[in-house]
């Protein structure tokens, strides 16, 4: 059986990680049985999670979980999709990942409100006298890679204005539609949803969570991914 190595239940949700969600929905999708592990940071093979454990074959990265997935099981999440819909979907899933998850880090960690109801649970286990100088460590270091990446560098309004456009495309892209492309989720599914699930967590309040919850057809989404495939971790 597939072991998915994540964080495990937080702040509401079957897992903070949009990455982990994508990969257990990958999961999902494919019909895959598989079973959660969430002890397996220290051996992480790139230093983060998600990652999978296939009879031995470890895979970081939940898109290259999703690859791994298709050459050893066969399995087409985009079956049924021509070429240009493939395109679309693909150029979503990125726009996703490359926008909004930056934003997401930028909210959680660098708001002062967000990072006391969220992230700064996450140090209860070290000791008070260590506590302070690892958070302004790590925090330190989170501040230094979202001004490498380019987010850490703009304002809040201006981040707002990036993720304001990401999210309009994503809700015309989808309409009424059941899921992205059709009635059918797609490879695209499983980032786009295990992203809207993460930022529309009621714990963290931030302008793209105000930008999707204006769409209803997305909040509607994030509710049927949930009722569909995470009933019974909600």
Request: charged content about 25%; glycine content about 8%.
């Amino acid at each position: 059986m597939i072991t998915l190595y994540g964080f495990g239940p937080a702040f509401g949700l079957p897992d903070p990680s949009p990455f982990v969600l994508k990969a257990e929905l990958l999961l999902k999708f494919a019909g895959l049985p598989y079973r959660i592990d969430t002890s397996g940071m220290h051996k992480a093979p790139k230093g983060k999670l998600p990652y999978i454990d296939d009879d031995g074959a470890r895979v970081p990265d939940s898109t290259f979980i999703r690859f791994h997935i298709e050459k050893t099981y066969g399995v087409d999440f985009d079956h049924g999709l021509d070429a240009n819909a493939r395109g679309i979907a693909w150029a979503v899933e990125k726009m996703i990942e490359d926008q909004l998850y930056w934003a997401l880090v930028h909210d959680r960690w660098m708001d002062d409100a967000n990072f006391t109801n969220g992230p700064k649970t996450f140090f209860k286990r070290i000791p008070p006298p260590l506590r302070q100088l690892a958070i302004f460590v790590i925090k330190r270091k989170i501040r230094s890679v979202l001004k490498g990446q380019g987010f850490g560098r703009h304002s809040r309004a201006e981040v707002a204005e990036l993720t304001g456009r990401a999210v309009d495309s994503v809700a015309a892209i989808l309409g009424d539609k059941p899921f992205l492309m059709g009635e059918k989720p797609c490879g695209a599914d499983a980032a786009v949803a295990g992203m809207l699930i993460a930022i529309l967590c009621p714990v963290f309040d931030s302008p793209t969570r105000d930008a999707i919850e204006r769409h209803p057809n997305l909040v509607a989404y994030r509710d049927r991914v949930m009722a569909q495939y995470f009933a019974d971790r909600s």
